[in-house]
């Protein structure tokens, strides 16, 4: 099969984006030169006309560099749509010629059948064909089973109306890898038809044939409805997708709005709104995003009254007069609410007789106007708002009214606290009731007698009022020792109901009465639920207070932003003082004074996108009227980098609306830099109250555009979480297409290679384990091509058995040896071999390992960003579930062990042999610059040997990583020198009976400084510029280490963080910091117990 050389693509890509950097950092330079004259050209005052014209000529230089720099941005951004275009292609094509033993081992309701079963379905499965628009089963055609392999099948729900290609909600949408049993559909009505969208191939295999293995497989039903595309909402929009794919797009045009896809119109508007947001901010959301996309000069949302008698028009840019009533008979709302049917006119040839009720005269200077209705929520003959986009200068089509008919389906949900009578939390000053509710029956198995339950209400990890403790009265024996305890009083907090924030969630902690208390019992809960309503009436043991009408968190508040709340403007610091202190050291606690001089000072710190961060910070997100300011400031605040929008997404910030806006501030990240970030994003999820929430839909938008670079990544650390992946992954696996067959082949040699390794591990010996390890490899059914989760770009087609092997560890890794597609080569690191190398380790958590690896490449990410390749090979180490995972294997390394064993190959006795190694271990110096001048010719392996040591020097000190013996150092015939098995970090370092086994700040011998030989400044030189730059990113560091908090990880607790802070010195100046970390060096090269670890470990093993 012939395929798309898509590294090729990606490599030319990377070097257009290298060059362009450095060109738009040259044209910055010189844009920031102060010009030289001031006065027109040829003015007495110049006081030469030939500097006058070299400037000219000039400033014309760099306006042309600038426009070519451009064209290259344009240049490369058509270059990544070719990659994924590419990518697609070769998807689908795989797709069609995958054979169907290799789609059976594809799907999950058949991943747990053995071989021989596999075989003998794949003996009665028949490949069918189906052209556009044919019936693929209806009534009387019910005899086998489908598997769509490519294409689309639309099942038809009868009796519903639909336009030409429209999908109803009822319908249901099959895909690629997903199952089709026409029983399913037929026993609830003879009438539903299965029909081809498009060309469509399919496995057809016989009922009896499946119904040989019923016992052997899961429920049928259960496997039809675990992953498929059933979502109605997005249903329907896949439908509008389809019909504009035929759409012509070189058709000349001056509206750039016909160039939009419904595809990228709906990523647009899952980027733009969210579950966190309330109407008020979904309304300003949406007209933004129509303002850019329509480019419309006017934008109107009608609001219908609760009588159904005015519309209030809630937004409407550029003309002003928000807030203006218009009868429902009346206008362009008015025709829209009567028909319930979209609207398109030009104006300049609408019949203005057949329409009254509109006011022309207003529209007189417009060029066409679209409105469409927003129907109530699962209804469609209720309208509750109309949408009216205005332009002066672009004749709208059919396109454009169809993509709002798209964003009004999104605004449904919005639109729901309208739906029924409610009291806005926002402004109703008259809820001035305290915070209360009321315990009733507990029961507890515990032999106390009496129990204190203390309730506290939490915004994040910050207690917002006083904890408020009771006493149960006498428990009452149930059964055995459980006891049920009564509370005969309420729990009044010392808040009002209007004052709570939207993310405030309550804590119930149960204690015994009798000293010494002990803990019997904990739980949580967000007072706030999905739709924005206040809890209320009972949940389980709880009675939450009743009101009139429904209580909703809405942000806007015109009367509270009038007149904002003003703190004292008395501080004790210096503005310019506090924020460069916040910056540079982000553990750093804020004072109430900082805090009160931030939000005395918010105007001016809006300019500042370093200063959201501190300024949320010292919001009081229990006063309504500072939270109500905070929420307008978001809206006029310079918009944070991606690497300050990280910070927001910490637990420090339980905002929805803040954390909503952090992550609209992400969409700028490039798909290498998500995923370069996307560990701790993911880990980010565990920190939303619902799993619906805008950073969710942003990771599934991102990764189902670019399914390769970000989606391949996601899905695998989705799996590694426990409690994630059943609904999280299962959602992705729904929407991204031709991909999710590629991913079903990733988890099915997984399991394949977990249930080998499982049989290895019981074998008596390693020789057993071995011939075990190669039978089973041999006689393996894998598909004809699969990925494995470190390398999303690779296909391997097989193992070679032979050159597997088990490792010599406790856990028994499988080392594997897999055959590549020829065509593609996509591994990094230089290789002659033809086969690639992968571990498998069953029963090591690869999470930290992992973590310390993408901190290593963030490093990497930020000292070439700042001009430094210091050559650092972070290897590929992907966790994919409990204790289960992959690491990359290094080519052409050896450790700095095996390289003093090899020294002295040519000794015949053991003994001799390790003596030798060790001696060298400990006094060699050369031993590391002989095996260089080996392995490799020239001085370019000694200069990346002097860099690389120089990164890894600092990464590891400031990373704290632990057990840096001679086999956790590796050494490349090409010089880069590396660190591997990262058990240890942030100052967990190995003690040997009390005492510190490692006392060298990092690990520098005097091999390694022979083997830099008249080098040692530059390596210097390196360090103290790569410590540098981690300085200026510190928060960035620290940052990513809290976010990954909630993974879990033994040795990284918020106890532990605080070393990083210490370990880039941010209580020092930098020349401090530069003068300590020479001093380090020092240090490092004179420590002898280096050496000694190095010889005691050869020696031991």
Same mark, same amino acid.
């Given at each position: 099969?012939?395929?798309?050389?898509?590294?090729?693509?990606?490599?030319?890509?990377?070097?257009? &984006?290298?060059?362009?950097?450095?060109?738009?950092?040259?044209?910055?330079?010189?844009?920031?030169?102060?010009?030289?004259?001031?006065?027109? !050209?040829?003015?007495?005052?110049?006081?030469?006309?030939?500097?006058?014209?070299?400037?000219?000529?000039?400033?014309?230089?760099?306006?042309?560099?600038?426009?070519?720099?451009?064209?290259?941005?344009?240049?490369?951004?058509?270059?990544?749509?070719?990659?994924?275009?590419?990518?697609?292609?070769?998807?689908?094509?795989?797709?069609?010629?995958?054979?169907?033993?290799?789609?059976?081992?594809?799907?999950?309701?058949?991943?747990?059948?053995?071989?021989?079963?596999?075989?003998?379905?794949?003996?009665?499965?028949?490949?069918?064909?189906?052209?556009?628009?044919?019936?693929?089963?209806?009534?009387?055609?019910?005899?086998?089973?489908?598997?769509?392999?490519?294409?689309?099948?639309?099942?038809?729900?009868?009796?519903?109306?639909?336009?030409?290609?429209?999908?109803?909600?009822?319908?249901?949408?099959?895909?690629?890898?997903?199952?089709?049993?026409?029983?399913?559909?037929?026993?609830?009505?003879?009438?539903?038809?299965?029909?081809?969208?498009?060309?469509?191939?399919?496995?057809?295999?016989?009922?009896?044939?499946?119904?040989?293995?019923?016992?052997?497989?899961?429920?049928?039903?259960?496997?039809?409805?675990?992953?498929?595309?059933?979502?109605?909402?997005?249903?329907?929009?896949?439908?509008?997708?389809?019909?504009?794919?035929?759409?012509?797009?070189?058709?000349?045009?001056?509206?750039?709005?016909?160039?939009?896809?419904?595809?990228?119109?709906?990523?647009?508007?899952?980027?733009?709104?969210?579950?966190?947001?309330?109407?008020?901010?979904?309304?300003?959301?949406?007209? $933004?995003?129509?303002?850019?996309?329509?480019?419309?000069?006017?934008?109107?949302?009608?609001?219908?009254?609760?009588?159904?008698?005015?519309?209030?028009?809630?937004?409407?840019?550029?003309?002003?007069?928000?807030?203006?009533?218009?009868?429902?008979?009346?206008?362009?709302?008015?025709?829209?609410?009567?028909?319930?049917?979209?609207?398109?006119?030009?104006?300049?040839?609408?019949?203005?007789?057949?329409?009254?009720?509109?006011?022309?005269?207003?529209?007189?200077?417009?060029?066409?106007?679209?409105?469409?209705?927003?129907?109530?929520?699962?209804?469609?003959?209720?309208?509750?708002?109309?949408?009216?986009?205005?332009?002066?200068?672009?004749?709208?089509?059919?396109?454009?009214?169809?993509?709002?008919?798209?964003?009004?389906?999104?605004?449904?949900?919005?639109?729901?606290?309208?739906?029924?009578?409610?009291?806005?939390?926002?402004?109703?000053?008259?809820?001035?009731? !305290?915070?209360?509710?009321?315990?009733?029956?507990?029961?507890?198995?515990?032999?106390?007698?009496?129990?204190?339950?203390?309730?506290?209400?939490?915004?994040?990890?910050?207690?917002?009022?006083?904890?408020?403790?009771?006493?149960?009265?006498?428990?009452?024996?149930?059964?055995?020792?459980?006891?049920?305890?009564?509370?005969?009083?309420?729990?009044?907090?010392?808040?009002?109901?209007?004052?709570?924030?939207?993310?405030?969630?309550?804590?119930?902690?149960?204690?015994?009465?009798?000293?010494?208390?002990?803990?019997?019992?904990?739980?949580?809960? &967000?007072?706030?639920?999905?739709?924005?309503?206040?809890?209320?009436?009972?949940?389980?043991?709880?009675?939450?207070?009743?009101?009139?009408?429904?209580?909703?968190? $809405?942000?806007?508040? !015109?009367?509270?932003?009038?007149?904002?709340?003003?703190?004292?403007?008395?501080?004790?610091?210096?503005?310019?003082?506090?924020?460069?202190?916040?910056?540079?050291?982000?553990?750093?606690?804020?004072?109430?004074?900082?805090?009160?001089?931030?939000?005395?000072?918010?105007?001016?710190?809006?300019?500042?996108?370093?200063?959201?961060?501190?300024?949320?910070?010292?919001?009081?997100?229990?006063?309504?009227?500072?939270?109500?300011?905070?929420?307008?400031?978001?809206?006029?605040?310079?918009?944070?980098?991606?690497?300050?929008?990280?910070?927001?997404?910490?637990?420090?910030?339980?905002?929805?609306?803040?954390?909503?806006?952090?992550?609209?501030?992400?969409?700028?990240?490039?798909?290498?830099?998500?995923?370069?970030?996307?560990?701790?994003?993911?880990?980010?999820?565990?920190?939303?109250?619902?799993?619906?929430?805008?950073?969710?839909?942003?990771?599934?938008?991102?990764?189902?555009?670019?399914?390769?670079?970000?989606?391949?990544?996601?899905?695998?650390?989705?799996?590694?979480?426990?409690?994630?992946?059943?609904?999280?992954?299962?959602?992705? &696996?729904?929407?991204? /297409?031709?991909?999710?067959?590629?991913?079903?082949?990733?988890?099915?040699?997984?399991?394949?290679?977990?249930?080998?390794?499982?049989?290895?591990?019981?074998?008596?010996?390693?020789?057993?384990?071995?011939?075990?390890?190669?039978?089973?490899?041999?006689?393996?059914?894998?598909?004809?091509?699969?990925?494995?989760?470190?390398?999303?770009?690779?296909?391997?087609?097989?193992?070679?058995?032979?050159?597997?092997?088990?490792?010599?560890?406790?856990?028994?890794?499988?080392?594997?040896?897999?055959?590549?597609?020829?065509?593609?080569?996509?591994?990094?690191?230089?290789?002659?071999?033809?086969?690639?190398?992968?571990?498998?380790?069953?029963?090591?958590?690869?999470?930290?390992?992992?973590?310390?690896?993408?901190?290593?490449?963030?490093?990497?990410?930020?000292?070439?960003?700042?001009?430094?390749?210091?050559?650092?090979?972070?290897?590929?180490?992907? /966790?994919?579930?409990?204790?289960?995972?992959?690491?990359?294997?290094?080519?052409?390394?050896?450790?700095?062990?095996?390289?003093?064993?090899?020294?002295?190959?040519?000794?015949?006795?053991?003994?001799?042999?390790?003596?030798?190694?060790?001696?060298?271990?400990?006094?060699?110096?050369?031993?590391?610059?002989?095996?260089?001048?080996?392995?490799?010719?020239?001085?370019?392996?000694?200069?990346?040997?002097?860099?690389?040591?120089?990164?890894?020097?600092?990464?590891?000190?400031?990373?704290?990583?632990?057990?840096?013996?001679?086999?956790?150092?590796?050494?490349?015939?090409?010089?880069?020198?590396?660190?591997?098995?990262?058990?240890?970090?942030?100052?967990?370092?190995?003690?040997?009976?009390?005492?510190?086994?490692?006392?060298?700040?990092?690990?520098?011998?005097?091999?390694?400084?022979?083997?830099?030989?008249?080098?040692?400044?530059?390596?210097?030189?390196?360090?103290?510029?790569?410590?540098?730059?981690?300085?200026?990113?510190?928060?960035?560091?620290?940052?990513?280490?809290?976010?990954?908090? /909630?993974?879990?990880?033994?040795?990284?607790?918020?106890?532990?963080?605080?070393?990083?802070?210490?370990?880039?010195?941010?209580?020092?100046?930098?020349?401090?910091?530069?003068?300590?970390?020479?001093?380090?060096?020092?240090?490092?090269?004179?420590?002898?117990?280096?050496?000694?670890?190095?010889?005691?470990?050869?020696?031991?093993?």
């Amino acid at each position: 099969m012939e395929t798309t050389t898509v590294k090729s693509l990606l490599e030319e890509d990377a070097a257009i &984006l290298v060059d362009i950097k450095k060109e738009l950092q040259d044209i910055h330079l010189m844009m920031e030169t102060p010009s030289q004259h001031a006065v027109r !050209p040829g003015s007495p005052l110049s006081s030469s006309n030939v500097e006058v014209a070299a400037s000219t000529a000039k400033q014309l230089s760099i306006r042309k560099r600038f426009k070519t720099a451009v064209r290259q941005l344009v240049f490369m951004e058509k270059t990544k749509d070719k990659v994924h275009e590419a990518y697609e292609s070769e998807s689908v094509s795989r797709l069609r010629n995958m054979p169907t033993l290799s789609l059976l081992c594809a799907v999950p309701l058949f991943q747990t059948l053995d071989g021989a079963a596999l075989m003998d379905l794949n003996a009665h499965v028949q490949v069918t064909s189906h052209a556009a628009n044919s019936t693929i089963f209806a009534k009387g055609l019910d005899t086998c089973v489908y598997i769509i392999r490519c294409g689309t099948a639309w099942v038809k729900a009868p009796g519903k109306e639909r336009t030409s290609g429209e999908f109803h909600h009822d319908d249901v949408v099959c895909e690629s890898g997903d199952i089709v049993d026409p029983v399913e559909f037929l026993d609830k009505n003879d009438q539903f038809k299965c029909v081809a969208v498009g060309l469509v191939d399919a496995l057809a295999i016989p009922r009896e044939v499946l119904l040989k293995y019923k016992d052997h497989l899961p429920r049928l039903s259960d496997s039809l409805h675990s992953v498929r595309y059933i979502n109605k909402a997005w249903a329907s929009h896949t439908a509008s997708g389809l019909r504009y794919e035929a759409k012509d797009s070189n058709e000349p045009t001056t509206n750039p709005s016909l160039y939009v896809s419904p595809q990228s119109f709906i990523r647009e508007i899952l980027l733009s709104i969210s579950p966190e947001l309330d109407l008020d901010h979904c309304i300003q959301c949406m007209a $933004r995003l129509f303002t850019r996309v329509f480019q419309a000069q006017t934008i109107r949302l009608y609001l219908l009254s609760p009588r159904a008698t005015h519309f209030l028009t809630k937004v409407q840019l550029v003309d002003g007069g928000s807030g203006a009533q218009v009868p429902t008979s009346m206008g362009v709302p008015g025709l829209v609410y009567r028909h319930q049917l979209p609207l398109h006119m030009i104006i300049a040839t609408a019949d203005t007789a057949a329409m009254p009720q509109v006011d022309w005269p207003a529209y007189h200077a417009h060029k066409s106007v679209v409105a469409v209705p927003v129907f109530q929520p699962k209804t469609s003959d209720v309208v509750l708002a109309v949408w009216e986009v205005i332009s002066d200068t672009i004749e709208y089509s059919a396109h454009e009214m169809h993509l709002l008919e798209l964003a009004a389906t999104f605004m449904q949900p919005y639109l729901g606290q309208c739906d029924r009578p409610t009291q806005r939390m926002g402004s109703i000053s008259q809820v001035e009731t !305290p915070s209360s509710m009321k315990p009733r029956v507990l029961r507890l198995a515990t032999p106390a007698s009496t129990v204190q339950l203390t309730v506290g209400l939490y915004h994040g990890d910050q207690l917002i009022v006083p904890e408020v403790s009771i006493v149960s009265a006498k428990g009452t024996a149930v059964t055995g020792s459980v006891k049920e305890f009564d509370f005969a009083d309420g729990i009044s907090f010392g808040c009002s109901v209007q004052s709570l924030p939207r993310a405030v969630h309550v804590v119930w902690r149960v204690t015994s009465v009798a000293k010494p208390r002990k803990a019997l019992a904990h739980a949580a809960c &967000l007072l706030f639920s999905f739709d924005h309503y206040l809890r209320t009436d009972n949940y389980i043991v709880v009675e939450f207070p009743k009101y009139q009408y429904p209580l909703t968190y $809405r942000s806007y508040d !015109p009367v509270m932003l009038s007149s904002p709340w003003q703190a004292p403007s008395d501080s004790a610091s210096d503005l310019t003082d506090v924020l460069a202190a916040i910056t540079s050291d982000p553990m750093r606690p804020l004072t109430p004074a900082d805090k009160a001089y931030l939000w005395t000072s918010r105007d001016a710190l809006t300019s500042t996108p370093a200063a959201l961060m501190p300024f949320l910070l010292s919001v009081d997100w229990s006063n309504r009227a500072q939270v109500t300011e905070a929420y307008a400031l978001l809206y006029r605040w310079s918009a944070p980098t991606y690497l300050q929008a990280l910070q927001l997404l910490s637990r420090k910030f339980p905002d929805p609306f803040v954390r909503a806006y952090a992550v609209r501030c992400l969409d700028s990240l490039p798909d290498y830099r998500l995923r370069l970030y996307l560990l701790q994003l993911v880990q980010a999820l565990k920190y939303e109250p619902h799993h619906d929430s805008a950073l969710m839909r942003f990771l599934f938008v991102r990764a189902v555009k670019s399914p390769s670079e970000v989606g391949y990544a996601l899905f695998w650390l989705l799996q590694a979480e426990l409690h994630l992946p059943l609904l999280l992954s299962t959602q992705y &696996l729904c929407h991204c /297409s031709t991909y999710r067959l590629e991913l079903y082949q990733s988890v099915y040699v997984m399991r394949l290679l977990e249930a080998i390794a499982m049989q290895v591990k019981l074998q008596p010996s390693k020789a057993a384990s071995e011939a075990m390890l190669r039978d089973r490899l041999a006689n393996a059914i894998v598909p004809q091509w699969f990925q494995l989760p470190l390398h999303p770009t690779v296909f391997y087609t097989s193992f070679v058995p032979a050159q597997c092997r088990v490792m010599d560890s406790a856990k028994k890794p499988l080392f594997l040896c897999l055959v590549p597609m020829k065509p593609q080569q996509p591994l990094p690191a230089p290789s002659n071999s033809i086969c690639h190398n992968t571990i498998f380790k069953c029963g090591d958590d690869l999470r930290q390992d992992q973590l310390t690896l993408q901190l290593l490449r963030v490093m990497d990410d930020l000292w070439k960003s700042a001009g430094l390749d210091l050559k650092v090979s972070a290897y590929a180490c992907v /966790s994919t579930g409990h204790n289960i995972g992959f690491i990359q294997v290094v080519d052409q390394a050896s450790t700095l062990a095996s390289i003093c064993w090899d020294r002295h190959r040519h000794r015949t006795s053991r003994r001799v042999r390790k003596a030798a190694a060790v001696k060298t271990a400990m006094w060699g110096k050369a031993v590391l610059a002989d095996w260089l001048a080996h392995k490799s010719a020239g001085d370019d392996a000694t200069a990346t040997f002097v860099v690389s040591c120089a990164g890894y020097c600092v990464a590891t000190y400031v990373l704290g990583v632990g057990d840096r013996h001679n086999d956790n150092l590796m050494l490349t015939e090409s010089g880069r020198f590396l660190h591997i098995d990262f058990g240890h970090f942030l100052g967990h370092f190995k003690t040997y009976c009390g005492y510190k086994r490692e006392r060298a700040p990092f690990v520098l011998t005097p091999a390694m400084v022979h083997a830099m030989g008249d080098r040692f400044d530059t390596f210097r030189a390196k360090c103290v510029a790569a410590f540098a730059v981690l300085r200026a990113n510190a928060s960035l560091l620290i940052t990513l280490l809290q976010l990954a908090l /909630s993974s879990g990880i033994p040795e990284l607790t918020p106890d532990t963080i605080p070393w990083l802070a210490t370990s880039l010195m941010l209580d020092l100046t930098d020349d401090q910091a530069t003068d300590k970390l020479n001093a380090l060096i020092d240090v490092a090269l004179a420590t002898v117990t280096t050496r000694i670890n190095h010889a005691t470990h050869i020696l031991a093993h």
